[in-house]
């Protein structure tokens, strides 16, 4: 949640006015632990894998391979925050994952689809797979876990039906790109990708004005705001993160398509979460729902498009995932719910619902994915690897929960 | 005065930024019956959960004696062992367990193997149900007994632990007057068994009639004890206002605001309309909680419900509303001489309808968001600028609500759980004040505020009616109604029994026709 608990006003401090900067940044990171907490995590393990494998993980191909590889991850995850904060659960999105890449399959390898055409009624297909869950859901009034643990047996079982138990190969180009390609390069030969430095450029900027304008309206509305001085070198510090990131991609093939893909949802899903009356109401939803629903919420409209959006993601992690093996299989996208699932809570959702980020959702699936990555270069067994992701979810939401404790009577 | 059972001295909490008590003080004395009163916020219960183990040793500062001997109680297991129970305000029994059981939960009667000697279980619960006046089964589920009885299972469950003080929190905050009566009685006969009470209670007529002495607290401090009669046996000698002036620092002469009169061009015009409005129970379809209910109320008028628990207030209320309880039967409901058929929340919220919760906490505010966000939450589709919700207008309304409605808390940004009753309630009323409705039903809406904040709940009430606002105002505690209302309409079993204006109405007249039962 972007709300911001700020200290009492006993003295009238002017806003802006120098008022202990520490204080006012610890209270700052205080309210948003969860997140600040993750962010911080996040950039350690990055550090602690960077130097552990001799600057292997942040070499540009391997992070356009971190990317790619955790892409569908993301897009699950961003997806079940939403439905986390509607105050629910969905199980049967790696099974949807499944379905979806074996009828996208299906319709471009035994039917010679075009892929355009495919991928939109995949889209489609997991659109009504979430109608259908969502209807159950909303309207029926049963339980999330028990449609959505219906819906993963029932996804399963249908992909196999679909695909007789083998696997279908191989996709066209186009399709494929969508895990696998990068943006075109254009215009002259510099040392980098030139459409990535334009995007690069383009996020800085956006990143800015952002900043910029909460801080207007902060000073406007006589919140407290951090001191000149500070909020500068956190857009410093902000842009010069950009920057490493962009020349990093720009110095192999530049931005993943399915990086923009993210980026999209990322901004666009954020922003409807934020700022849309819906994503007001979904937040209320899981906060109380008999509060919502007496303050006029149209609470089973709005929880069953929290899953039709749901199914429309899975549907998309679906195609993504299918075009990055080139192949719909049976066992594609077995546990993704689970990871999707802890992704979210270690990126601030809260198990009774109404909290949570979009952005919260990404970190927490880059905390895993960094994590995935970074053990597997080091050679740590996937036995291992289990086990430590097991840990850092406990701890992350441990951490909160006590923090929570400390900061509450 | 023997020697005291509790002696508190000197205690001071300090939480994280705030000092929530500062040196109080508090005796008990054997056998006493012993109120404290204060505003919300003043301290009441930190001062509990300090004697009673929950903020354990070593985190505050003073001295705790229990029958002459100083105790330092690491958790409230420590307490109740010395004979100390605490009885909290919302009630901690478990629905599907029988009474017995409950009564037996954490200190279950074994036999000598280690499992459960049911016999005697059974044997015991019912002497302790005897011994409450309560007559229920032992092995019938606390969910089916009213939150009355629930409330005497509570104290059973003390007795149990052979209990020597009892803290009672609030203790007849939900319950309706019949209710209330028995468990003050009930107080009264443990004291002749020696046993000695704590009441924290806002309503000062029962203080009145069993407390022997009251302490005040007011910002963490002990104001005052005041000794409210000689000997059990003698009258009263201490009057409300005398109480109320220790809480709040200053005479109030006025509990309620003069009411202002409405003059505007619609003022004699009736403004919400409910004909024969019948509703059946939601599960239990044999029964009518409301039946054949007709009223109106006009603009500028503040009308008042008056009934007692299950009388069917809140459930008409709820059921106008959206039909948000039960299942609707029949009945018309007429806003500004347009009928609407308003069978959903929004549609009743599009009719001009507000209905402001008497639950704020379950069915009012969202306790994790802000008040910002709280405020708006009817209003948002109305809040729009190109299709997403227009921030800088949102946080002006709310800062708007905060000022006028005098909500407090530094910024709007702060969380509404952490806010105060009263400062809730506030929230509430912004929240619907700002839907603009025509017709606002208010279901109790002081409850559990201190008196301080009730009047400026009051003047609120009052203002919108100046403004033509039809007020229904339903409330469990007669003087209020009487106070702030231009008729009160009775109610019982779901029927209205009588209508009634405000030169008519006293609490006599009122009381008869709220226990009016059909015959």
Redesign the interface.
Known sequence: ?T???????DASPKPGAPQSAGALLLQNARANMRQYGMLVALAFIVILFQIWTDGTLLLPNNVSNLIQQNSYILILAMGMMLVIIAGHIDLSVGSLVAFVGAMSAVMMVKHDMPWVLALILSLLIGAVAGAWQGFFIAYVGIPSFIVTLAGMLLFRGLTQIVLEGQSLSPFPEGYQDLAKGFIPEMGPYTQYHNPTLVFGLLAILFLLLREWRTRR?QVA?E?DVLPQNLWILKCVAMAAAVTAFTLTLASFHGVPVVMLVMCALLIGLG?VMR???VG??V??LG??K?????????DKRVTFMVFVNMGVLAALAGCVYAARLNAGTPQAGLNFELEAIAAAFIGGASMSG??GTVMGAVIGGLVLGVLNNGMSLVGIGTDYQQVIKGLVLLAAVGFDVWNKRKAG? | MTRPVLEMRDITKTFPGVKALSEVNLTVGPGEIHAICGENGAGKSTLMKVLSGVHEHGTYEGEISFEGEPVAFGDIRASEQRGIVIIHQELALIPYLSVAENIFLGNEQTSARGFIDWQGTLRKAAALLAQVGLREQPQTPVSALSVGKQQLVEIAKALSKEVKLLILDEPTAALNDEDSATLLDLILTLREQGIASIIISHKLGEIRRIADTVTILRDGRTIETLTVRETPESEPQLSEDRIIRGMVGRDLDRRFPDRTHYEGEDAEKVALEVGGWTVRHPTDHQRLVVDDVSLNVRHGEIVGIAGLMGAGRTELAMSVFGRSYGQYVGGTLTVEGREVTAKTVPAAVDAGIAYVTEDRKQYGLNLIDNINRNISLPSLPGMRRHGVVDEHHERSVAERYRTSMNIKAPTVFEQVGRLSGGNQQKVVLSKWIHADPRVLILDEPTRGIDVGAKFEIYSVIDELASQGKAVLFISSELPELLGMCDRIYTMAEGRLTGEITRADATQEVLMRHMTQNRS
């Open positions: 949640m709300t911001s608990t700020t200290p009492p006003k309206q509305y919140l922003y700022n849309a009356v007001r109401h937040y209320a906060g109380n008999a509060a919502a629903k007496l303050s006029g919420v149209k109404g909290v009577r």
